[in-house]
């Protein structure tokens, strides 16, 4: 099982230039989530799905969008990119709601100059 | 909200004994667990407490007092390897969209030295 991966693992965007992050699982887990990491303000929740064709809103939503297409992939979008979104984003997923194991993928390094 | 404490950083000795606090102030609480974090890399699970009281796994234990907003993990016979961030992060309770959600503390980068 390669468990949970993402692409690409590096990318750098000019402002206003739009893309899109790839999460896949193998272990069939239900939920899935997607959040940033950026230094001295941990890892924030940006976006989670439940199941496939959901979606909903965690922490820092805005100017990101997310689909849910099949149960194994999870993906985020930015539409216009901006500096502030420069981070590390992690994809994780778990079984259940009540699972107490978050399973995170090795992450996406995003530079938006 | 929720809003989670944890030393920025610190450093021990191979060989040693340390214990890296966690504070947390809650509208609602559903678990606080433990993730380690190697530069560079994606955050592992290490432990869970729901319930008040140690739990131990090996050469980690993690404490919990829920009355006191209060977790602190231990790690033993400290090893080069222990080097890492240590995440503290609490579960909120089921929200209405069908999920828990957790919410991290920024993270304890702990040094090992020899």
């Known amino acids: 099982n390669a468990g949970v991966t993402q692409t690409p693992k590096f990318r750098v965007l000019k402002t206003g230039q739009s893309m899109t992050l790839l999460c896949a699982q193998d272990?069939?887990?239900?939920?899935m989530y997607w959040y940033r990491q950026d230094p001295g303000m941990g890892l924030r929740l940006i976006h989670y799905?439940?199941?496939?064709?959901?979606?909903a809103k965690g922490e820092v939503p805005d100017g990101y969008n997310v689909s849910r297409l099949k149960k194994q992939n999870f993906l985020l979008g930015l539409e216009s990119a901006a500096p502030s979104q420069t981070s590390v984003y992690f994809c994780?997923?778990?079984?259940?709601?009540?699972?107490?194991?978050?399973?995170f993928g090795p992450g996406t390094r995003l530079t938006v100059t | 909200g929720q809003n989670i404490d944890q030393p920025t950083e610190m450093t021990a000795t191979e060989g040693a004994i340390v214990q890296i606090n966690c504070t947390y102030q809650?509208?609602?609480?559903?678990?606080l667990f433990w993730y380690q974090q190697h530069a560079g890399e994606a955050p592992t699970f290490l432990s869970y407490?729901?319930?008040?009281g140690l739990e131990e796994k090996g050469r980690f234990s993690s404490f919990l007092s829920r009355s006191k907003g209060y977790s602190y993990l231990l790690l033993k016979e400290l090893q080069m390897k222990d080097s890492a961030s240590y995440l503290c992060?609490?579960?909120?309770?089921?929200?209405?969209?069908?999920?828990?959600?957790?919410?991290f503390g920024k993270g304890t980068k702990l040094s090992v030295i020899p």
């Open positions: 992060a609490v579960r909120d309770s089921y929200s209405g969209a069908g999920s828990y959600q957790l919410t």
């Open positions: 994780a997923s778990s079984y259940t709601a009540g699972d107490a194991k978050q399973y």
């Open positions: 272990m069939n887990h239900e939920y």
């Open positions: 809650t509208s609602g609480f559903n678990g």
């Open positions: 407490n729901v319930l008040d």
């Open positions: 799905s439940v199941g496939e064709g959901t979606t």
